[in-house]
């Protein structure tokens, strides 16, 4: 079980909280709006009502003692930088820290947080591949070169192994895990046979599986 400290309530930070303590993790939850703190107080481990303005108010918290901090706060920029600041000087060694533009994002770096992650942006990334690819079940953009893609196999895909399709050398894409309803192959060997109701965990290039995207697309 990991710690984690989240700061700001907003959408995302909600159900971040909500989620991360469901799945057992203890969760303190940080917002300056009480009634935020007391929606999320009956899901979490604890919930503070605290200024990210305020460095003093955060230090007193004991912040020091969780894993990860997720920065959650998108529309004020300067409760961002000095939650993140405050963050990094009381030694957290994950900082996860919510973006709302690429400038944004530059400047949290910078001061210490390890990633940056844009909810938004994402979300519209991947709800554009599902609306466009009937075949594509979840699409994770992890840098502008690169992406995941979990894509439902081909009719014409059934029975064929991975060295049958040969997705390497045609696309460029490596098969990370192959997926069947609770289960899952990690690594799988290239001469698997695929079955029906199969989806493949891929990772490569944007381009790369753009191209993969389109061609299965032309055999719907």
Not at 28 to 36: E, Q, R
């Amino acid at each position: 079980m990991k710690s984690f400290v989240i700061i700001g309530l907003g959408r995302f930070g909600m159900a971040l909280s909500k989620e991360l303590s469901r799945i057992g993790h203890e969760v303190l939850a940080i917002d300056y709006d009480p009634a935020l703190v007391s929606e999320v107080a009956d899901y979490v481990t604890h919930a503070v009502e605290a200024d990210a303005k305020n460095e003093m108010a955060l230090k007193e918290i004991g912040l020091s003692n969780f894993d990860v901090a997720i920065i959650s706060i998108g529309s004020d920029l300067e409760a961002s930088i000095i939650a993140t600041l405050t963050c990094k000087e009381l030694g957290i060694k994950t900082i996860i820290a919510k973006a709302t533009s690429e400038s944004h994002g530059k400047v949290l770096s910078k001061i210490g947080a390890n990633k940056i992650i844009f909810p938004e942006r994402d979300m519209g990334t991947r709800l554009a591949h599902n609306l466009t690819f009937k075949n594509i079940i979840d699409y994770i953009e992890l840098s502008s070169e690169y992406s995941i893609a979990e894509v439902k196999i081909l009719k014409s895909w059934i029975g064929k192994s991975l060295l049958d399709l040969k997705l390497r050398n045609i696309y460029g894409v490596n098969v990370i895990a192959i997926k069947n309803d609770d289960n899952i192959d990690v690594s799988p060997k290239p001469d698997k046979g695929l079955e029906q109701g199969d989806v493949l965990v891929l990772l490569g290039q944007v381009d790369d599986i753009s191209a993969l995207e389109k061609d299965s697309q032309n055999e719907q």
